[in-house]
């Protein structure tokens, strides 16, 4: 049974809205950032398995980013990357040109700044997902102008 | 059907998460045997995908007999997030379809799914979830009927 994506976008606003909140007053855009990160990459992990259970083994690293553009975007965001670029040295950028988190805000850079913060959990999912299928990265969320935005994965070395 | 006397989950890095028999007594055995079937695992997942051009390709996640022992049957499957399982069965003189075993494995699959959805499980720790040991048990008992 699908849930409607509104339901996430929801539960994902107000788990920024909380934490930003913290225990004791305000958490700083950093600390607030990180706490996401690490949400999403358990989050990341545990939702990779499902969505390749049943899938043939990835036959490069390629094959691994293009499956996270389409069908792993598919099933988080109900859309997939609009674009995949890659030097192909380890170093991939996915562009969605409407995020799907951006949906309600306004396309002016009115809410630029925290909208930073609605990138730190899909990042983290992004870096615990790839991690999970053996692809060990940094990632880096940019905000190229709402409510497109950018991914860069930068593969570690092994 | 042929019995299942053991099986085990070993995470991406190799080592054991899991592992179940029936026999009793033979722990340090069984650890022994999925240890040394852990090789010829790497070996199966890496021959293929280097030959990955054409038709040596693999194609599932399911990696069939390990390797011939004059005791046991073993068999393995790895998934997307390179966690192994390992079953070993009885070696009689029936023998198990590739279906019936990749049935076994998909249900472990789902099994362990299931466990990383619970939040109280940190994914690369040892597995002590009751209710993926009563699957598991089950599924063991299932197969020697």
Redesign the interface.
């Known amino acids: 049974a699908e849930i409607p994506d509104s339901v996430f976008e929801l539960l994902h606003a107000e788990i920024v809205r909380v934490l930003k909140n913290g225990k004791d007053g305000s958490r700083s855009n950093t600390e607030l950032k990180l706490k996401l990160e690490e949400m999403g990459y ?1 989050v990341g ?2 939702w ?3 969505c ?2 049943d ?6 690293e390629l094959d691994v980013m293009k499956f996270v553009c389409k069908e792993f975007w598919m099933s988080v965001y109900n859309k997939q990357v609009d674009n995949l670029r890659t030097n192909h040295q380890g170093v991939y950028v996915l562009q969605d040109n409407k995020f799907h988190f951006f949906g309600q805000m306004s396309s002016t850079a009115q809410y630029t700044d925290e909208a930073h913060m609605y990138m730190a959990f899909p990042g983290g999912m992004l870096r615990g997902a790839l991690a ?3 692809v060990n990265c940094t990632v880096g969320c940019e905000i190229t102008s709402m409510p497109a935005c950018k991914f860069t994965i930068s593969v570690l070395p092994s | 059907a042929m019995a299942v006397v053991c099986v085990a989950v070993v995470s991406k890095e190799n080592y054991p998460l899991y592992v179940k028999t029936t026999v009793p007594d033979s722990d340090l055995k069984f650890h022994y045997l999925v240890h040394t079937s852990l090789d010829v695992v790497e070996e199966k997942v890496s021959f293929l995908s280097e030959h990955a051009r054409g038709s040596s390709e693999r194609r599932e996640l399911y990696l069939g007999q390990l390797y011939p022992s004059e005791e046991y049957k073993i068999y393995g499957y790895v998934t997307n997030t390179k966690v192994k399982f390992v079953v070993i069965m009885e070696n009689t003189n029936s023998y198990a379809k590739d279906n019936e075993m990749k049935a076994l494995f998909k249900k472990l699959h789902s099994a362990y799914y299931n466990l990383l959805r619970n939040p109280y499980y940190t994914p690369g720790h040892q597995i002590q979830s009751k209710m993926f040991d009563q699957t598991v048990a089950s599924l063991m008992q299932q197969s020697s009927k």
């Open positions: 358990r992990q545990g990779i398995e499902k390749t259970k899938r043939a083994p990835f036959k490069d999970a299928v053996g």
